[in-house]
Antibody, heavy 121, light 107 residues
């Protein structure tokens, strides 16, 4: 079945980096863009941006430029989110989610289970 | 950025009630709107896309309407499993913003 499986929870100190993975299965990876969504504790979801899985071109929301990098390894159908110079405010659950085919404006139909990143000294 | 404002933010209702949630966009987004349901500790789940199209597998008591700047999500007869938080998201332009959410709780 179509699924996205994310890497496990992370506990990091301020200033460190973290790399979250999102592995796709059950569909052709390069046909549908992947999005990254952040949800801080007690808050709503926030769209961070996405990556074209065919070309590798990322798109970032303004609030997520600079310390955030989206990347791919198509050989293992995996997308990555790397956050550098972590701050306490980066503590959140991070989700990957697929653009529903055939059009991006159909919303996000398949979501990973979420990866909790906790930043604490 | 396009802002989405949901109302109400909190809603207390009983089983079998009809519930309506509104999402207003700060500028026109045609029909490029999706609705999601989220339960605690779970990822959001898409219910409606393109403003009014029911996602496959979603019960028909959910419906969506609207275009331009005003949209509604209606649950015709609230069921126990519908108590959750609901979010709208616009897909008209980047960034693909979400509304702040509407929490539906049991009366």
């Amino acid at each position: 079945q179509v699924q996205l499986v994310q890497s496990g929870s992370e506990l990091k100190k301020p200033g460190a980096s973290v790399k979250v993975s999102c592995t796709a299965s059950g569909y052709t990876f390069t046909r549908h863009a992947l999005n990254w969504v952040r949800q801080a504790p007690g808050q709503g979801p926030e769209w961070m941006g996405g990556i074209n899985t065919n070309t590798g071109k990322p798109t970032y929301a303004q609030a997520f430029t600079g310390r955030f990098v989206f990347s791919l390894d198509t050989s293992v159908t995996t997308a990555y989110l790397e956050i550098s110079s972590l701050e306490a405010e980066d503590t959140a659950v991070y989700y990957c989610a697929r653009d529903q085919p055939p059009y991006y404006y159909y919303g996000m139909d398949v979501w990973g289970q979420g990866t909790t990143v906790t930043v604490s000294s | 950025d396009i802002q989405l404002t949901q109302s109400p933010s909190f809603l207390s209702a009983s089983v079998r009630d009809r519930v309506t949630i509104t999402c207003r966009a700060s500028q026109g987004i045609s029909s490029y709107l999706a609705w999601y349901q989220q339960k605690p500790g779970k990822a959001p789940k898409v219910l409606i896309y393109a403003a009014s199209t029911l996602q496959s597998g979603v019960p028909s008591r959910f419906s969506g309407s609207g275009s331009g700047t005003e949209f509604t999500l209606t649950i015709s007869s609230l069921q126990p499993e519908d108590f959750a938080t609901y979010y709208c998201q616009q897909l008209n332009s980047y960034p693909r913003t979400f509304g702040q959410g509407t929490k539906v709780e049991i009366k």
